[in-house]
């Protein structure tokens, strides 16, 4: 009778214990999906969305906090400032191509074909902020998921071992001067 007592006490505390372990992993489950619907941003066309916020380009600067990402967001936006220029003299050129065509045929080709070749450098460059923004974008979901932070770490910061200035003037690789100049000199070497 005892065994049976213990065993069906085991049995309960066991399945107890399971319960409040999927309860928990529930909540977490619960709280990363909130996140995940209120605080990502996704990509729609030229929009962006953020919850229940729909956002343009210039909205996203202040969603970005980590170096990676803001860095990322600045190289898309100056792929598109130069889209823009590179589409707005397309047009200009391909009009003004349009307007003299009855003049000076040989000019109007000339302006149809820098039109064209304008035109096809804006979409290379649209492209390229389209990449980078994505880009941008997913380290921002990953920081904001996942509590990771994405940052570039300067190759100063990561040579100023103890230990890696032992080794490499154990190994004759540089002396004790070469490290010195290396890790004082301005940041500028980043990984």
Known sequence: MNKYLFKSAL?????????????THAQSRDSLLRVYNNETIHTFGRFFIKGSKQLK??????????GVAKD??????????LSRVFTYTSIAALVTGAIIKKNNNGAAIA?????IGLNLGSIHFRRQ?????????WHRNK??????QCSVIPLSVLFNTKKFK?????NNLITGETIRQFTTRAPGNYL
């Open 11 to 23: 049995s309960v505390l066991i399945v107890l214990l399971c319960c409040a372990a999927f309860n």
């Open 111 to 115: 302006l149809n074909i820098v039109g």
């Open 166 to 170: 032992l080794k490499a003037i154990k």
């Open 129 to 137: 902020s389209a990449e980078l923004i994505d880009r941008a974008i």
């Open 72 to 81: 990322l967001y600045k190289k898309s936006k100056g792929n598109l400032f």
């Open 143 to 148: 920081e904001i998921l996942f509590a990771v």
């Open 57 to 66: 380009f210039g909205d996203l600067k202040p969603e970005f906090h980590s």
